[in-house]
């Protein structure tokens, strides 16, 4: 491939993370190609009224949000192809980025691809999704006020999102497949000693009963099958989430669930010139504040390498080849 083919960056991923280092790449004159997605917006796309990102005092949809974050890197340059990236070859430079049978190269490449939510997969789910299902109490949890609401899951996230929900929800049900939770102890001690919260054990959602919104679950337990309906007015999903790596896991360092690794204090991976932002590397914080923060950081990275790599055009900067 001539050198005139290969750019300076590539961006995987359209987020939060992906659109603010789309944007400050693109005002570093990196005119950077963000390869964002078929779904592009990520996460906020299935969120209604964002209320807690600085700077939108009344709130935003979430959609809203990322169109507008989306326009500002385009306003400087930024250039969007809205397709899914199939392949990825990060062994040596150029990097190589494939979507189908087109190949795109770059010096650099900045991962953020994000990370899903794990949905129960049950049609009534689907149906429901924004509108008395969500995946997010924090995003979501203040139009429960007073409402009695589930949430499924034994790991921290459910605890979390279920204590988090008691600040508003009139009564909170945590249900869980088995007897024993995951989380840690000190979060099953508060759940334990809040008594806006219940614990229905041995036990799953089988189904979302309600036309416009949600009226009542249908729970099935794990332990004999028997079925029983409860009133319900929402449901929160919180069985964890999975990073959106399979392109990227064995290529880059990554942790046991998957989600990228990065040189602390940086978005450094493993190799030379690949950077990673947002979700797909954090699955602390898990916010479009941080994620956005922290696709600013790579942009910033990624200018530095950059600028270490025009400075010394005869230093071959072969990438570790994959394992
Ligand atoms: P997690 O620890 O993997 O827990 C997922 C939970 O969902 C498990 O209890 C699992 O049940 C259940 N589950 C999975 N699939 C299910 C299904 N199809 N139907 C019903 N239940 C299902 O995930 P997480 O809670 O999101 O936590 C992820 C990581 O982030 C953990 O390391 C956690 O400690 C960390 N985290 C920390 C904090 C904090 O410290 N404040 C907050 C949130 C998350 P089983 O137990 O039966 O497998």
Known sequence: MSDQNVRELIIVGGGPAGYTAALYAARADLAPLVIE????GGQLMITSDVENYPG????????????????????????????DVTRVDLSEQPLR???????????????????SARWLDIPSEQKHKGRGVSACATCDASFFRDR???????GDSAFEEALFLTKFASRVHLVHRRDEFRASKIMVDRAEANDKLD????AVVEEIIGDLKVEALRLRSTVDDETWEVPADGLF?????????????????????GYLVTKPGTTETNVQGVFAAGDVQDHTYRQAVTAAGSGCMAALDAERFLASFE???????TAPRPA
Not at 148 to 154: K, Q, R, T
Not at 311 to 317: I, K, Y
Request: aromatic share 12%; proline share 3%.
């Open 97 to 115: 980025v494939y979507v189908g049978d087109d190949e795109f190269a770059a010096r650099a490449v900045i991962v953020a691809t994000g990370a």
């Open 148 to 154: 009695d609401v589930y949430v499924v899951g034994g």
């Open 311 to 317: 400075g010394h055009p005869g230093t071959a900067l």
């Open 37 to 40: 997605g078929f779904n592009w």
């Open 56 to 83: 939108y005092a009344d709130g935003v949809m979430g959609p809203e949000m990322m169109a507008d974050f989306r326009r500002q890197a385009e306003r400087f340059g930024a250039e969007f192809l809205t397709d």
């Open 237 to 257: 999903v919180a069985i964890g989430h999975d990073p959106n790596t399979a392109l990227f896991v064995d290529q880059l360092d990554h942790d046991a669930g």
């Open 199 to 202: 614990f229905v054990l041995n």
